[in-house]
């Protein structure tokens, strides 16, 4: 079985401050991690993906994120938030062949 | 190509009434994912196809759900005598394996359908 695990439904940051998401995952197979945004009353869409490949993955808007597999974690970072990060953000897994999401987090950023 | 489209983008019913969404993935994707969303929630799993093929469904799918994808290109989700409890949107994705694995190198979402029941 596959699942996964978002830390914080809600995350409030400055603008300008390090955005951290958190996600742990659970696997029984080595998974593919994905990470999607989604803004109100739209699709989500890809920011960024590990599939085994460099364990720390950039992706898009600068955002980043490191597979850790001694932690089962992938969570999702930027140094620097800025106002049109404000979004909700789902970790999702895929370890045989269907795509699990987690609950998603919601980011605000103040100004 | 123009990524996954879905239709219609909204639609309202009365409770008991049956509704019908379609979905058009990618071209080249064998892959085609149905997800429901409900407000401050994750796509919940509800069914996939690989081509023609449903090869998963999630116990959320009721005996009130059908999918096809008959063609293995675009697929439909019925609901049948809807129920308040079935407003939410439903989330299309495509993808394509990876090679020769199994998983998927991303899926790739349409903008979804939001159903009212009232």
């Known amino acids: 079985a596959q699942s996964v695990t978002q830390l914080g439904s809600h995350v409030s940051v400055s603008e300008g401050a390090l955005v951290l998401l958190r996600c742990n995952y659970s696997?029984?197979?080595?998974?593919?991690l994905f990470w999607y945004v989604q803004y109100p009353n739209q699709g989500l869409q890809l920011l960024l993906k590990?599939?085994?490949?460099?364990?720390l993955v950039k992706g898009i808007n600068g955002f980043e994120a490191e597979f850790k597999k001694s932690e089962t974690s992938f969570h999702l970072t930027k140094p620097s938030a800025h106002m049109s990060d404000a979004a909700e953000y789902f970790c999702?897994?895929?370890?045989?062949?269907?795509?699990?999401f987690g609950a998603g987090t919601r980011l605000t950023v103040k100004p | 190509d123009t990524g996954v489209s879905q239709d219609p983008r909204h639609k309202i019913t009365k409770r008991g009434q049956n509704v019908t969404f379609r979905c058009d993935p990618i071209?080249?994707?064998?892959?085609l994912y149905w997800y429901r969303q409900t407000l401050g929630q994750g796509p919940e799993f509800l069914t996939y196809?690989?081509?023609?093929?449903?090869?998963?469904k999630s116990r959320l799918l009721s005996d009130r759900f059908s999918a096809e994808r008959p063609k293995g290109s675009f697929s439909t989700l019925e609901i049948q005598r809807t129920e308040q409890g079935d407003s939410a949107m439903y989330l299309c994705?495509?993808?394509?394996?990876?090679?020769?694995?199994?998983?998927?190198?991303?899926?790739?979402f349409g903008q979804g359908t939001r159903l009212t029941v009232v």
């Open positions: 994705a495509s993808s394509s394996k990876s090679g020769t694995g199994e998983k998927d190198t991303e899926a790739f």
């Open positions: 696997s029984s197979v080595p998974p593919y």
């Open positions: 590990y599939t085994s490949a460099a364990t």
């Open positions: 999702a897994v895929n370890s045989w062949n269907d795509m699990r």
């Open positions: 071209s080249e994707h064998n892959r």
């Open positions: 196809f690989q081509n023609e093929a449903q090869l998963e």
